[in-house]
């Protein structure tokens, strides 16, 4: 059975780090790409970060140099360590597996089949 799990949401101050975690069954994490989505209040999922199975990462423009991604294949695990957190960064954080798309990972949703059930990230001011 295909699953993803999320765990380390939890609610911080401004400047504040945050490390998301997402377990994954073995089947989900043998996906070529595993990424970061979230949903902050009132707006359109987006794509934060996304990472290959042979470890090549990008990001979106916002958290670059603040975000950084790993992935532990021989623990089905992908990472999200998130530092200088602001409060735009408020929002449900997904996790997501899926193929590579002309042999690369993107950040468009519409390129991930498996979904985890997301962790609330909630930064204050």
């Known amino acids: 059975q295909v699953q993803l799990v999320e765990s380390g949401g939890g609610s911080v101050q401004a400047g504040g780090s945050l490390r998301l975690s997402c377990s994954a069954s073995?089947?989900?994490?043998?996906?070529?790409?595993m990424a970061w989505f979230r949903r902050a209040p009132g707006k359109e999922r987006e794509g934060v970060a996304t990472?290959?199975?042979?470890?090549?990462?990008r990001f979106l423009g916002s958290v670059e140099g603040r975000f950084t991604l790993s992935r532990d294949n021989a623990k089905n695990t992908l990472y999200l360590q998130m530092n200088a957190l602001k409060p735009e960064d408020t929002a449900v954080y997904y996790c997501?597996?899926?193929?590579?798309?002309?042999?690369?990972?993107?950040?468009?949703?519409?390129?991930?089949?498996?979904w985890g059930q997301g962790t609330q990230v909630t930064v204050s001011s």
């Open positions: 073995a089947y989900a994490a043998g996906s070529a790409c």
């Open positions: 997501a597996a899926g193929p590579r798309y002309f042999n690369s990972c993107w950040l468009s949703s519409e390129r991930y089949n498996y």
């Open positions: 990472i290959s199975s042979t470890g090549y990462a």
